[in-house]
């Protein structure tokens, strides 16, 4: 399936999931203090490319899915599935931040 500008929906998602990375590394690189702090602490890098990497392959799988299933889905429905990922967003942005 073709996206605008003549791309393959597949590497439309593979550079928005690797953007995301590139984004989430640089964030923690800069939170340990730069690149050089990155090599004194292998503990806290293992902590944190485990949850990342799944996380990667989860949006993968789910993205590869949303790009081969087609549906035709009414007003209602979509508004419904609409409502329903907010509800769930909301849910899981409060329980996070309960941890925190």
């Known amino acids: ?50 949850p990342l990497a799944a996380v990667v392959l989860l949006s993968l799988a789910l993205g590869g899915v949303a790009l081969t299933l087609q549906t035709d889905l009414s007003f209602w429905s979509a508004l419904g599935l609409s409502l329903l990922t907010l509800m769930f967003i909301n849910y899981i942005v409060s329980a996070l931040g309960r941890e925190g």
């Not at 550079?15 to 050089?36: K, T, Y």
């Open 1 to 50: 399936m073709r996206c605008g500008w003549g791309v393959a929906g597949g590497w439309v998602l593979v550079a928005a999931v690797a953007a995301v990375v590139a984004w989430d590394l640089g964030h923690f690189i800069h939170r340990l203090g730069g690149p050089q702090a990155l090599g004194n602490e292998p503990a806290l890098w293992e902590a944190h490319w485990r």
